[in-house]
Structures are given as structure tokens and as C-alpha cells.
């Protein structure tokens, strides 16, 4: 095992951008124990270099986030295109959903399920002059680019997808799929 000299835990903590009272208070030692140990003037426990070196591991690891993750372009419709043609792109496309956008913001969804709900309650009779927005649902909800994944997960649990937005418009989706093929990377 490799134990890092004072100099090497000091240049690891300013590579990583760690102030001395952020990497003691992760490692829940004082700032005054991490000065002292980067000075090489005490001797640390093996246990609090271990929290230490733990504590600048975990740091150098980038997060990831829901932009790394989504992608992008996302396919979607207009609330004001036809049912045929949104039915067409979800059958071409292999997708059971779609976000429906309105000048690149979400208004809603369209879902295979939500179609075939309204055609078995006969609430809307069959014909070409339908609308995405008659069939449309509540939108898939939205997160910035910079959440990090965890978070996508606990939405997904709840959801089919989650729309990624930047400045106010859409820029990536990311589904259950996607989070299952992280798995396999």
C-alpha cells in the first residue's frame, strides 16, 4: 500500500480545489490536523489518513450528471400535430412516449397508453383531424444539466422520462433505458 507524503495529500487537495477546512471537515477532522499533516510535522493514524485519502479519491471522481447522460436532440411533437403523424414517429422511432414542446418548452406528453386510454373510453372517436393536445398528458418532469444522476433516479421511479432544460428549453431526455445501459459502460 501506498502511503502518499505530505506534499503528495497537499497536491492532491489544491488540484482538486479542496480548501484545507473543506477536506477536514469531509473527513471530520480539524483544519488544524490537516495543516499539521501537510506540513509533515505530526505523524497521522493510519484510520485518518485512510478518511483523508478517501475524502480526495472520492473528489477526483466526476460526478455524474444529467447532461453527460441525456440525449440530445430530443425527438418530440407539437400539440398542434396530428395523432397520425405523432403515432407514426413513436413507430418509427421504437418510443412509447413522446415530450410534446411548444417553441422548446414542454407542454405536455403523448403516450401510447394515454391513446389507447382515450380510444377505450371513446372519448375520442377515430379520424384524421385529431390533435397531439387532445390525446396529451402532464409533461415528463424537468431537471438542469448539472443535477446529478442520483436525483434522475429518484424522479424516474416516479416517471418515464425526465426532460433536461438549459436556459429555458428543452435539451436532452433521459429515460429508464438509459440509466440501465449505465450499467453496462
Do not use: W, Y
Not at 482538486?16 to 501537510?38: F, V, Y
Not at 438549459?166 to 433521459?174: K, L, S, W
Amino acid at each position: 500500500m501506498h502511503v502518499p507524503s505530505p506534499e503528495e495529500l497537499r497536491s492532491a487537495r489544491r488540484r482538486i480545489g479542496l480548501k484545507q477546512a473543506d477536506l477536514a471537515h469531509r473527513a471530520g477532522i480539524s483544519q488544524s490536523m490537516i495543516a499539521r499533516i501537510e506540513r509533515g510535522s505530526v505523524d497521522p493514524r493510519v484510520s485518518t489518513l485512510r478518511r483523508i485519502v478517501d475524502v480526495l479519491t472520492a473528489a477526483e471522481i466526476p460526478a455524474v450528471t444529467a447532461g453527460s447522460v441525456m440525449h440530445s436532440p430530443v425527438v418530440s411533437v407539437s400539440p398542434d400535430d396530428s395523432i397520425l403523424s405523432a403515432v407514426d414517429k413513436m413507430e418509427q422511432m421504437a418510443f412509447s412516449q413522446l415530450p410534446v414542446l411548444k417553441n422548446g418548452v414542454p407542454v405536455g406528453c403523448i403516450s401510447e397508453a394515454a391513446i389507447l386510454t382515450a380510444i377505450g373510453e371513446q372519448r375520442h372517436p377515430r379520424g384524421h383531424h385529431q390533435k397531439v393536445h387532445d390525446f396529451m398528458e402532464a409533461s415528463f418532469p424537468t431537471v438542469p444539466p448539472e443535477i446529478e444522476i442520483e436525483t434522475v433516479v429518484s424522479i424516474l421511479e416516479q416517471h418515464h422520462a425526465v426532460l433536461v432544460m438549459a436556459e429555458g428549453r428543452v435539451e436532452g431526455v433521459i429515460t429508464k433505458h438509459d440509466l440501465i445501459s449505465l450499467i453496462t459502460r
